[in-house]
C-alpha cells in the first residue's frame, strides 16, 4: 500500500523558517516525481514545487521562488522542502503527492498544517 | 500561467441525480486535466486523469470528458458518499494549476 507521511509542521513566525519532510513507503520512491501542494484554510489547492525522480529537474510556483527549496533522499525514502522567510500568506495545509499518469497526483499524504504568525 | 475556472462554484443535489461540474481553461490546454474528490479534513483522491480516464477503483458513475479550453465531469447517479469538494488540475510547461473548486451539497 502506497503510504506518504508529512511531518514538520508547526507555528513559526513571519520571515522565520521551517523543514517539511515527507516519508514514502509501498512503492518504489525513486521512480517517481513527487510533488507538494497547499491548502489554504478552508480554500482551494495549489501547486508549490516538484522534483523529478532523480532531483536533477525542479520547478516551484513563482509565489515561492527563491524562499523554497525541495529536495529528496532516495536512500531514505524522503521527499522534503525548505521553507525560508515564511510570510503569513504561506500559512496552510502542506500535502506531498505523487506524480501518476499524465501528470496527476495519483497519491496524497495526510497533510502537515504551516501557520506563520507572530 | 493557465487559470482554471470551475463552474459552480457550489452544487446543490440530491441522491439519484445525475451532476456536471465545469472547468474553463484561460487558454487551450492539452489532454491533461484530471479531477479529483476532497472531503473535509482529507486529502484528495484523484478520479480522472488525462481527461477522460478513470483512476483504478473509482466507480464507474464517475466520468470525464472535454477537449481545448472546456472540460466536464459528470457523476451519472449521485451517491450518498459523493457529497464533497471537486477540483479540476492541469499541467502545462512545468507549471501545475487548480481550479477554484466545486462544493457539491445535499439539496
Known amino acids: 500500500e502506497v503510504q506518504l507521511v508529512e511531518s514538520g509542521g508547526g507555528l513559526v513566525q513571519p520571515g522565520g523558517s521551517l523543514r517539511l519532510s515527507c516519508a514514502a513507503s509501498g512503492f518504489s520512491f525513486s521512480s517517481y516525481w513527487m510533488h507538494w501542494v497547499r491548502q489554504d484554510p478552508g480554500k482551494g489547492l495549489v501547486w508549490v514545487s516538484r522534483i523529478n525522480s532523480d532531483g536533477s529537474s525542479i520547478s516551484y510556483a513563482d509565489s515561492v521562488k527563491g524562499r523554497f527549496t525541495i529536495s529528496r533522499d532516495n536512500a531514505k525514502n524522503t521527499l522534503y522542502v525548505q521553507m525560508n522567510s515564511l510570510r503569513a500568506e504561506d500559512t496552510a495545509v502542506y500535502f506531498c503527492a505523487r506524480e501518476g499518469s499524465a501528470w496527476s497526483f495519483d497519491s496524497w499524504g495526510q497533510g502537515t498544517l504551516v501557520t506563520v504568525s507572530s | 500561467d493557465i487559470q482554471l475556472t470551475q463552474s459552480p462554484s457550489t452544487l446543490s443535489a440530491s441522491v439519484g441525480d445525475r451532476v456536471t461540474i465545469t472547468c474553463r481553461a484561460s487558454q487551450r490546454i492539452s489532454s491533461w486535466l484530471a479531477w479529483y474528490q476532497q472531503k473535509p479534513g482529507k486529502a484528495p483522491k484523484l478520479l480522472i486523469y488525462r481527461v477522460s480516464s478513470l483512476e483504478s477503483g473509482v466507480p464507474s458513475r464517475f466520468s470525464g470528458s472535454g477537449y481545448g479550453t472546456e472540460f466536464t465531469l459528470t457523476i451519472s447517479s449521485l451517491q450518498p458518499d459523493d457529497f464533497a469538494t471537486y477540483y479540476c488540475?492541469?499541467?502545462?510547461?512545468?507549471?501545475?494549476?487548480f481550479g477554484q473548486g466545486t462544493k457539491l451539497e445535499t439539496k
Open positions: 488540475q492541469q499541467y502545462n510547461s512545468f507549471s501545475y494549476t
